[in-house]
């Protein structure tokens, strides 16, 4: 037993000299901060909160009565729901008392203090909004948003010719289905008690509805919309029309391949563009009152879906395929999967690289931007912008590194530390003709980064000024 104290005692010493983190909170003294604490380790993976000890690890130790602790505990009772009973221990650390009060993940959450709910990220506690806690409460149930009641929506605002259809296609891919649509709703569990679920609703729905709206849209520039469409049609429809708005406003071009019939390809690949739309219409946060966006410019595509990534997955996790899948709708991607709309969770990011990678084309970007998730992807103009700024990049690098013309030395050496105009500049040379100014002097000063411009996102800028960078003051001093 004194060998097991010892240990215990070794392991505390240790976490104080690591500091606060997902698991640790360091407190002078007990307060509702400390319950606070409590709750968010509750609501996340476990923690404990260390009391007597301030933020940088260092032990001040707590006074502590005969019923101080149980205090405490009773104060922790009285101000959560469920209760948090958590484990207790007082330690010594340095000659002073530390009181040790941990708590495991709560089985079904969230926790809440006085009815507001926070969570334990890094090594903050962060108050959780009301669409995270009932993310929280779903996910401990193992359970999604789609998997509940509708409660405005019956069996009358279905279309069973639909369901038919899915049954059909389920039937040719090698499923064994004999049930009727009504029969192959329960079985799906689409319809409970004879209660249609979220899920049901938004695949086999009768009549369009805002639901799922999505907004389609051909852009000539970030302002200018040459063509404009709108999906409110069930999820499964929507995956063909959004695909046929896409295709309808991509370019095909001709490959010659020297045999009799040329071959035909389009701007994107159409695989990974497919994937795209199908995750995004799966994957959408329905409770959302935002719609789906996609824009198509003349070399890129962008589509947009209201929800974020799960909070457990970063881009640099979905990019490197390092993360368990939990489909937002699992309900809806169960249907989908055996469908074979997509093949498996998870797999298709590493699939839709795949596809550009093959084409040759840029790698699509994916990042969480205002409440949503967003793809974009890029087509063989904007590759070529990126190889030409390239070599634009290495070529002005060797050249910076080449000794500079004459004319930009003539130029340099008659520069001070003042802004010049341009006609300063050509009274300065004693020139008059503008155009072999910018070309012989002007033009290369600035390609070899001897001279500046004031305003080098507008070249053409009336109060334009011109001046020497460091380069050109190390050059005008030798």
Same mark, same amino acid.
């Given at each position: 037993?004194?060998?097991?104290?010892?240990?215990?005692?070794?392991?505390?010493?240790?976490?104080?000299?690591?500091?606060?983190?997902?698991?640790?909170?360091?407190?002078?003294?007990?307060?509702?901060?400390?319950?606070?604490?409590?709750?968010?380790?509750?609501?996340?993976?476990?923690?404990?909160?260390?009391?007597?000890?301030?933020?940088?690890?260092?032990? /001040?130790?707590?006074?502590?009565?005969?019923?101080?602790?149980?205090?405490?505990?009773?104060?922790?009772?009285?101000?959560?729901?469920?209760?948090?009973?958590?484990?207790?221990?007082?330690?010594?650390?340095?000659?002073?008392?530390?009181?040790?009060?941990?708590?495991?993940?709560?089985?079904?959450?969230?926790?809440?203090?006085?009815?507001?709910?926070?969570?334990?990220?890094?090594?903050?506690?962060?108050?959780?909004?009301?669409?995270?806690?009932?993310?929280?409460?779903?996910?401990?149930?193992?359970?999604?948003?789609?998997?509940?009641?509708?409660?405005?929506?019956?069996?009358?605002?279905?279309?069973?010719?639909?369901?038919?259809?899915?049954?059909?296609?389920? /039937?040719?891919?090698?499923?064994?289905?004999?049930?009727?649509?009504?029969?192959?709703?329960?079985?799906?569990?689409?319809?409970?008690?004879?209660?249609?679920?979220?899920?049901?609703?938004?695949?086999?729905? /009768?009549?369009?509805?805002?639901?799922?709206?999505?907004?389609?849209?051909?852009?000539? =520039?970030?302002?200018?919309?040459?063509?404009?469409?709108?999906?409110?049609?069930?999820?499964?429809?929507?995956?063909?029309?959004?695909?046929?708005?896409?295709?309808?406003?991509?370019?095909?071009?001709?490959?010659?391949?020297?045999?009799?019939?040329?071959?035909?390809?389009?701007?994107?690949?159409?695989?990974?563009?497919?994937?795209?739309?199908?995750?995004?219409?799966?994957?959408?946060?329905?409770?959302?009152?935002?719609?789906?966006?996609?824009?198509?410019? =003349?070399?890129?595509?962008?589509?947009?879906?209201?929800?974020?990534?799960?909070?457990?997955?970063?881009?640099?996790?979905?990019?490197?395929?390092?993360?368990?899948?939990?489909?937002?709708?699992?309900?809806?991607?169960?249907?989908?999967? =055996?469908?074979?709309?997509?093949?498996?969770?998870?797999?298709?990011?590493?699939?839709?690289?795949?596809?550009?990678?093959?084409?040759?084309?840029?790698?699509?970007?994916?990042?969480?931007?205002? =409440?949503?998730?967003?793809?974009?992807?890029?087509?063989?103009?904007?590759?070529?912008?990126?190889?030409?700024?390239?070599?634009?990049?290495?070529?002005?690098?060797?050249?910076?590194?080449?000794?500079?013309?004459?004319?930009?030395?003539?130029?340099?050496?008659?520069?001070?530390?003042?802004?010049?105009?341009?006609?300063?500049?050509?009274?300065?040379?004693?020139?008059?003709?503008?155009?072999?100014?910018?070309?012989?002097?002007?033009?290369?000063?600035?390609?070899?980064?001897?001279?500046?411009?004031?305003?080098?996102?507008?070249?053409?800028?009336?109060?334009?000024?011109?001046?020497?960078?460091?380069?050109?003051?190390?050059?005008?001093?030798?």
């Amino acid at each position: 037993a004194c060998d097991v104290r010892k240990i215990k005692l070794m392991i505390k010493e240790e976490l104080l000299q690591k500091g606060e983190n997902q698991h640790v909170e360091f407190k002078t003294s007990f307060n509702d901060e400390v319950i606070i604490s409590l709750v968010a380790f509750s609501n996340a993976r476990g923690g404990a909160v260390y009391i007597g000890v301030t933020d940088d690890g260092t032990v /001040k130790g707590v006074s502590l009565g005969k019923e101080t602790v149980a205090q405490w505990i009773n104060d922790i009772k009285n101000k959560t729901a469920p209760v948090l009973i958590p484990d207790v221990e007082t330690v010594v650390v340095e000659t002073q008392t530390v009181v040790v009060l941990s708590v495991s993940e709560y089985p079904i959450k969230p926790v809440s203090f006085k009815g507001r709910y926070y969570k334990r990220v890094e090594n903050a506690n962060q108050l959780l909004t009301t669409t995270e806690v009932v993310n929280l409460h779903l996910q401990t149930l193992n359970t999604s948003w789609d998997a509940y009641y509708d409660a405005i929506h019956t069996l009358d605002d279905l279309s069973l010719e639909k369901v038919q259809s899915a049954i059909e296609i389920m /039937k040719e891919n090698g499923l064994t289905i004999n049930e009727t649509p009504i029969a192959f709703l329960q079985k799906y569990d689409l319809l409970r008690d004879g209660k249609l679920t979220n899920a049901a609703y938004l695949l086999f729905k /009768k009549n369009d509805s805002y639901l799922t709206t999505i907004e389609l849209g051909r852009f000539q =520039d970030p302002i200018t919309i040459k063509d404009t469409a709108r999906s409110k049609a069930d999820v499964l429809t929507q995956v063909e029309q959004v695909l046929d708005f896409v295709r309808k406003h991509t370019n095909k071009r001709v490959i010659i391949t020297g045999e009799a019939r040329n071959t035909q390809k389009w701007q994107y690949p159409m695989e990974a563009i497919r994937e795209i739309v199908i995750n995004m219409i799966i994957h959408r946060d329905y409770r959302s009152s935002g719609d789906s966006i996609v824009k198509i410019f =003349d070399n890129k595509i962008e589509f947009y879906n209201p929800g974020h990534l799960p909070e457990d997955i970063t881009i640099n996790d979905l990019l490197s395929g390092d993360y368990k899948s939990n489909p937002r709708n699992k309900l809806i991607a169960d249907v989908c999967k =055996d469908m074979h709309l997509i093949e498996k969770y998870g797999s298709g990011i590493g699939r839709i690289r795949r596809y550009f990678k093959e084409e040759g084309l840029p790698d699509p970007d994916f990042r969480n931007i205002s =409440d949503g998730f967003q793809v974009t992807v890029f087509g063989e103009a904007v590759k070529k912008e990126q190889e030409t700024h390239q070599e634009t990049h290495q070529e002005t690098h060797q050249e910076t590194h080449q000794a500079p013309p004459e004319r930009v030395s003539e130029l340099v050496s008659r520069m001070g530390n003042d802004a010049y105009s341009a006609r300063e500049l050509m009274h300065l040379m004693g020139l008059s003709d503008s155009v072999n100014f910018r070309k012989v002097y002007l033009g290369p000063a600035i390609k070899y980064e001897f001279v500046r411009l004031k305003y080098p996102d507008h070249p053409k800028h009336r109060d334009q000024k011109y001046y020497l960078t460091e380069k050109g003051l190390d050059m005008k001093k030798q």
